[in-house]
């Protein structure tokens, strides 16, 4: 059913009891989104049996897309070799009941991943997206190692949706840590996942962190300069090849979860 049609059978008053600012809105949510015709307490329900039980709620779409793409994933890595991957992942080869698995590091947390699935310090990763970036990083198979040759985001192929992003998630988060601890504290943190100085930079403190074993990510602060009105700052660079190892959406991302590793460091 398309949504004009639905809403042909909403009282059209725009009251808001199902949750939706216009009733034109709620018939899309229900014939393009899953959500529950049954919201409206109003609506004409002849004809619509075949929507008995509304789909998903609106909310819960997400996480079934993102189910759906590690379901997708795992398809896709379980013809690869992974004795074949491991070097060009920086990986090591295991074993376990369902046979080959690759060993690595995430932001300083072991990772098994195998045909069966993926344990993240010992445990299944309690968001899939973290299952996506895994994934994806074992699908792109490899290459040659980081050149450590850093460019800002904004300079990699298609990438310029995803800058406000890294500044939202990642840099802006990054800045206001620095502001509020010692460069000390902040390298500690930094090293606590695997990260080592980086001398050459001009910052006031810069680290290379390694994300994953080909995706190093280096992370440059400058402290506030309130006499010149500059506050703190933070910029993340990458690795010129970072895209044979991660697809731009799951680098983006694994930029956010190093912002919130080292956040959580400081608890």
Not at 25 to 44: N, R, T
Not at 90 to 100: F, L, N, R
Not at 158 to 171: F, G, H, M, P, W
Not at 224 to 239: H, I, N, R, S, T
């Amino acid at each position: 059913m398309q949504p004009f049609e639905l809403f042909k059978k909403t009282p059209k008053t725009n009251c808001g009891r199902c949750g939706y600012p216009t009733c034109l809105a709620f018939a899309a949510a229900v014939c393009k989104g899953g959500e529950d015709w049954q919201k409206c307490p109003d609506l004409d329900s002849s004809g619509l049996e075949s929507l008995a039980g509304g789909g998903a709620a609106l909310e819960e779409l997400p996480r079934q897309r993102d189910q759906e793409l590690v379901t997708h994933l795992q398809s896709k890595i379980a013809p690869l070799s992974f004795a074949r991957l491991a070097a060009p992942l920086g990986c090591e080869i295991g074993t376990d009941t369902h046979g080959e698995v690759l060993r690595f590091s995430y932001l300083g947390q072991p990772v098994e991943l195998g045909r069966g699935g993926i344990l993240l310090a010992g445990e299944e990763p309690g968001d899939h997206r973290d299952q996506i970036l895994l994934y994806n990083y074992v699908c792109c198979q490899g290459g040659e190692p980081p050149t450590l040759e850093w460019v800002g985001l904004e300079s990699l192929p298609n990438t310029i949706s995803k800058v406000r992003t890294l500044a939202t998630y990642c840099e802006q988060p990054l800045a206001r840590l620095f502001a509020e601890h010692p460069a000390a504290a902040v390298a500690e943190f930094c090293r606590n996942l695997g990260g080592r100085p980086w001398s050459e930079a001009a910052a006031d403190l810069a680290m290379i962190i390694p994300v994953l074993p080909r995706v190093p990510l280096a992370v440059l602060f400058w402290a506030a300069a309130p006499e010149d009105g500059f506050a703190a700052q933070a910029k993340v660079l990458f690795d010129r090849r970072v895209l044979d190892f991660l697809d731009v959406e799951s680098l983006v991302f694994a930029a956010e979860r190093l912002a919130e590793r080292l956040e959580q460091q400081q608890r």
